[in-house]
């Protein structure tokens, strides 16, 4: 997504709406214009559906036209847990 402003997002929460698979993990990464940033959520192998992980350490800058997107990275050996909500503050 493309920013209109600049602003520091904190506070990352993201639910799984289906379980993650026994076999492996799931880590989502915040990124900015395409490059990974220190936020980033983890959900255990066996996660149950409805299960929410946040990061509340980890803050980005980013400036009015910066793009952001999340990318996942699946370490069971079946498809991954499904996407849910997703949320975080964007101080100004």
């Known amino acids: 997504s493309l920013l209109p402003s600049g602003g520091t997002m904190k506070n990352f929460f993201l639910m799984i709406t289906a379980a993650q698979p026994a076999t492996g993990d799931l880590t989502c990464t ?3 214009n395409y490059a990974s940033t220190n ?3 983890n959900f255990a192998a066996n996660a149950a559906a409805g299960t929410t992980a946040s990061d509340t350490t980890h803050t980005q800058a980013f ?6 997107d999340l990318t996942c990275v699946n370490n069971a050996t079946t498809a991954s847990a ?6 975080f503050l964007m101080a100004l």
């Open 39 to 41: 936020i980033s959520v």
């Open 82 to 87: 499904s996407l849910g909500a997703i949320s």
């Open 63 to 68: 400036s009015a036209g910066d793009t952001f």
């Open 30 to 32: 915040v990124r900015r």
